[in-house]
């Protein structure tokens, strides 16, 4: 089954989950705010996207943070342990497909990605 990960109040993740369901795509919501990042699945996600693209440097957790602490994420270690304590520092939503995960919401590049996840 498909899952998405992120928060219920941003906008982004909004948008995606209605697009799932729009699309018939059977999901489930994993909830950052209330169920934590699980690590085993961040490590998956480290591993086949890279620490950049999972760390949202937009967003207003990430401006909130110190410049020490900003500076601090330079590798995937130190952006895995950012990660794991402030979840709202991960880009949204991330998807766990049938056959792969993406980050981030984009209709156009998500569309191929329906038929390999079934529903």
Same mark, same amino acid.
């Given at each position: 089954?498909?899952?998405?990960?992120?928060?219920?109040?941003?906008?982004?993740?909004?948008?995606?989950?209605?697009?799932?369901? *729009? $699309? #018939?795509?059977? $999901?489930?919501? $994993?909830?950052?705010?209330? $169920? #934590?990042?699980? &690590?085993?699945?961040?490590?998956?996600? /480290?591993?086949?996207?890279?620490? &950049?693209? /999972?760390?949202?440097?937009? #967003?207003?957790?990430?401006?909130?943070?110190?410049?020490?602490?900003?500076?601090?994420?330079?590798?995937?270690?130190?952006?895995?342990?950012?990660? /794991?304590?402030?979840?709202?520092?991960?880009?949204?939503?991330?998807?766990?497909?049938?056959?792969?995960?993406?980050? #981030?919401? *984009?209709? &156009?590049?998500?569309?191929?990605? /329906?038929?390999?996840?079934?529903?």
């Amino acid at each position: 089954m498909t899952t998405l990960y992120g928060i219920p109040n941003c906008d982004t993740v909004k948008k995606a989950r209605a697009w799932l369901t *729009d $699309h #018939g795509v059977e $999901h489930q919501f $994993h909830d950052f705010k209330k $169920h #934590g990042v699980p &690590e085993a699945a961040l490590d998956q996600w /480290l591993a086949a996207l890279g620490w &950049e693209p /999972l760390v949202n440097r937009k #967003g207003t957790t990430w401006r909130k943070l110190d410049e020490t602490t900003r500076d601090a994420v330079a590798d995937a270690a130190s952006a895995r342990a950012l990660m /794991l304590a402030q979840p709202s520092v991960i880009k949204r939503p991330v998807v766990q497909w049938a056959d792969g995960v993406s980050v #981030g919401f *984009d209709a &156009e590049a998500w569309q191929p990605l /329906l038929i390999a996840s079934p529903t």
